[in-house]
C-alpha cells in the first residue's frame, strides 16, 4: 500500500514501520482534499483533483501555499485521531494530566487526540521530503508548520459528567482536537491575508520576510503570482461551464464573462412525521430553482 503514495524513500520506510499507516495517509488525503474544495467552492481555483494539482504544487503561489499547509494539517488530524483509535502501532491516546484544568471535581481520563505525537511524526515525515535550504523548500516548510500549529492551537478539553440522576458530581475529561472544517476555514483566513516573500540578500540572512520583517506564524507566504484561472491551463480546468451561486458570486468565477441561467425542477423530501414506533414517513415536495452557468 505504502508504494501507491507519492512517497520519497525516507517516507516509504517510515509508512512501512507500522502497518497501520497507509490507511491513515488516505484519510488524511481525503479529508485534505475534500476541506480544500468545500474552502474554494466558490473561486475560480475550486481545489480540482488530477495533474493540475501537482502542477500548482510545482510553483510557489498562494494556491501552493494553501495546499501545503492543509496537508499537513490533515496528516496531523489523521495520525492524532488513529493513535486515540488504537490504529496505530507506535502510539496510542493522550492521557497526559494536566494540571491546570482539574479541581477536585474532575478526574483526567478518556482516550484524548494524540496531537502531540502526530506534530512531532509529520514534522519528520515532512522533513524527509527535502533536505534543500533554498527560499523555496523555506517557504514549503513554513507553509506546512502552519497547518500543524492550526491544529495543535484548537485543542479543546472534552468532559462527560457522571452522577446520579443525571447529575454532574464529577466529570471525565480529556483533549479533543476542533473538527476539521474548523481547522479548514482558519487555514484558509491565512491564505486571504497570505503575504508575498521575495529572496533575501546573504547579508540579510536565508529566511524570506516582507519588506524588512519576517513573516508571523500565522501567516502563509508565497513567491510568485497566481494564474487567473480562468481559461484552462495546466493549472486548472477553467471556469467555463463552472456553476456559480448568485449574481456576485458569478462575475468573479465567471471572469467577466457573463453567465447563463436556466430553471431546474428540484425534488427533496419534505413535511417528515415519525410514526410509532420507528417509521418516518414524509412527502415529496418540487421546488424551481435557479442555475447559473458560466459562458
Not at 149 to 162: A, D, G, Q
Not at 226 to 240: A, D
Not at 260 to 282: G, M, N, P, Y
Request: contains cysteine; hydrophobic residues 25%; charged residues 30%.
Amino acid at each position: 500500500m505504502c508504494d501507491s503514495f507519492r512517497l520519497t524513500t525516507s517516507q516509504r520506510r517510515k509508512c512501512k514501520r507500522d502497518p497501520g499507516m497507509p490507511q491513515v495517509l488516505t484519510e488524511a488525503t481525503h479529508i485534505a482534499a475534500a476541506e480544500c474544495q468545500h474552502q474554494f467552492r466558490d473561486e475560480r481555483w475550486n481545489c480540482s483533483l488530477g495533474t493540475s494539482r501537482i502542477h500548482i504544487l510545482n510553483k510557489g503561489n498562494r494556491e501552493t501555499a494553501f495546499l501545503f499547509s492543509i496537508s499537513s494539517a490533515g496528516l496531523t488530524h489523521a495520525v492524532a485521531r488513529a493513535c486515540a483509535n488504537g490504529h496505530l502501532k507506535r502510539c496510542s491516546c493522550d492521557d497526559s494530566y494536566d494540571s491546570h484544568v482539574t479541581d477536585g471535581s474532575w478526574r483526567w481520563d478518556g482516550c484524548g487526540d494524540n496531537v502531540h505525537y502526530a506534530a512531532k511524526f509529520v514534522r519528520r515525515f515532512l522533513k524527509s521530503r527535502s533536505t534543500s535550504r533554498d527560499i523555496r523548500a523555506e517557504v514549503d516548510k513554513h507553509n506546512s508548520d502552519l497547518g500543524i500549529r492550526v491544529v495543535k492551537s484548537n485543542v479543546k478539553v472534552t468532559c462527560k459528567c457522571h452522577g446520579v440522576s443525571g447529575s454532574c458530581t464529577t466529570k471525565t475529561c480529556w483533549r479533543k482536537m476542533a473538527p476539521f472544517y474548523e481547522i479548514g476555514r482558519k487555514i484558509k483566513r491565512a491564505y486571504d491575508k497570505a503575504v508575498k516573500v521575495r529572496y533575501a540578500s546573504r547579508s540579510e540572512g536565508k529566511l524570506p520576510f516582507r519588506s524588512w520583517e519576517i513573516p508571523r506564524n500565522k501567516e502563509l507566504v508565497y513567491l510568485e503570482k497566481s494564474p487567473t484561472y480562468c481559461r484552462k491551463s495546466r493549472y486548472s480546468k477553467g471556469t467555463k461551464g463552472r456553476v456559480c451561486k448568485d449574481e456576485r458570486s458569478c462575475d468573479k468565477v465567471c471572469c467577466g464573462r457573463g453567465y447563463t441561467t436556466h430553471v431546474r425542477l428540484v425534488r427533496r423530501s419534505c413535511q417528515c412525521e415519525v410514526k410509532w414506533c420507528c417509521a418516518v414517513h414524509c412527502n415529496t415536495c418540487s421546488e424551481r430553482k435557479k442555475i447559473h452557468t458560466c459562458k
